[in-house]
C-alpha cells in the first residue's frame, strides 16, 4: 500500500495524559500537513512541512501541540497535557511540489480524552 | 465571513437523479479547488480537482468553478447508494500550501 499512513487509528488517554501519533506520507511527496476535524466540521488546517522544514503553523496549534518531521519522511504530531476539547480525528496528508498537487490524506487517529 | 462556506443542508435525492452541491469562497486569489468524498468515520478521499473556469468531467462527477463569482459546484449524475457521504470543498490560495475546507454538505441518495 503506497497511501499515506496513520497510526494508531484509535486512542483513548485520559486527561492530563500526553500522546503521540504518527504519519508516513507517500514515499515520493516532500509536503506534509496536519489537520484536526471535530463531528460536523471541515478538517482544519494544524501545521505544514515541506520536507523536514515545519513552514507554517496554525493558531490552533498551541503549545501543547508540537510536530516533527526530522528526516524529511514520517512525521510525529504529540499532544502534552490533553484536554477533553482535544478529542477530534487527526489527518495527516501529503502532497507533491506542485503549487496545483492533490493532497491524499491517510485514514485518520482518532483521539478520545476521558 | 468564513473562507469556504457550504450553506446547503442534507441533501436528499433519489437513486438515478442528479445532485447538486455548492460552495463558494471569499479568497480572490485562490488558485486551486477540490472535492472530497467522506464516508462515515472515513478520512477524506480526493474525487475531483479544478483549477481552471469552465467545467471539468471524471465519469460520473462534473465540478465546475467561476472564478469571478466565487464559485464552485458538484455534480453527482447518475447517484448510486454508494454515492451517500459527506462532500467537502477545499480551496488552496494562491503562494499558500494549505486547504481551506467548507464544513461540507451530507448527501443521501435514496434507493
Known amino acids: 500500500d503506497t497511501g499515506v499512513s496513520q497510526n494508531p487509528r484509535h486512542k483513548i488517554t485520559k486527561r492530563g495524559q500526553n500522546v503521540t501519533f504518527r504519519c508516513d506520507p507517500i514515499s515520493e511527496h516532500n509536503r506534509l500537513y496536519w489537520y484536526r476535524q471535530t463531528l460536523g466540521q471541515g478538517p482544519e488546517f494544524l501545521t505544514y512541512?515541506?520536507?523536514?522544514?515545519?513552514?507554517?503553523k496554525s493558531r490552533l496549534l498551541s503549545d501543547r501541540f508540537s510536530a516533527e518531521r526530522p528526516k524529511g519522511s514520517f512525521s510525529t504530531l504529540e499532544i502534552q497535557r490533553t484536554e477533553q476539547g482535544d478529542s477530534a480525528m487527526y489527518l495527516c496528508?501529503?502532497?507533491?511540489?506542485?503549487?496545483?498537487?492533490?493532497?491524499?490524506f491517510g485514514q485518520g487517529t482518532r483521539l478520545t480524552v476521558v | 465571513q468564513k473562507e469556504v462556506e457550504q450553506n446547503s443542508g442534507p441533501l436528499s435525492v433519489p437513486e438515478g437523479a442528479i445532485a447538486s452541491l455548492n460552495c463558494t469562497y471569499s479568497d480572490r486569489v485562490s488558485q486551486s479547488f477540490f472535492w472530497y468524498r467522506q464516508y462515515s468515520g472515513k478520512s477524506p478521499e480526493l474525487i475531483m480537482s479544478i483549477y481552471s473556469n469552465g467545467d471539468k468531467e471524471d465519469g460520473r462527477f462534473t465540478a465546475q468553478l467561476n472564478k469571478a463569482s466565487q464559485y464552485v459546484s458538484l455534480l453527482i449524475r447518475d447517484s448510486q447508494p454508494s454515492d451517500s457521504a459527506t462532500y467537502l470543498c477545499?480551496?488552496?490560495?494562491?503562494?499558500?500550501?494549505?486547504?481551506?475546507f467548507g464544513k461540507g454538505n451530507q448527501v443521501v441518495v435514496i434507493p
Open positions: 512541512f515541506q520536507n523536514e522544514a515545519q513552514l507554517e
Open positions: 477545499a480551496v488552496k490560495r494562491y503562494g499558500n500550501n494549505r486547504l481551506a
Open positions: 496528508a501529503s502532497s507533491g511540489d506542485s503549487p496545483d498537487a492533490e493532497a491524499f
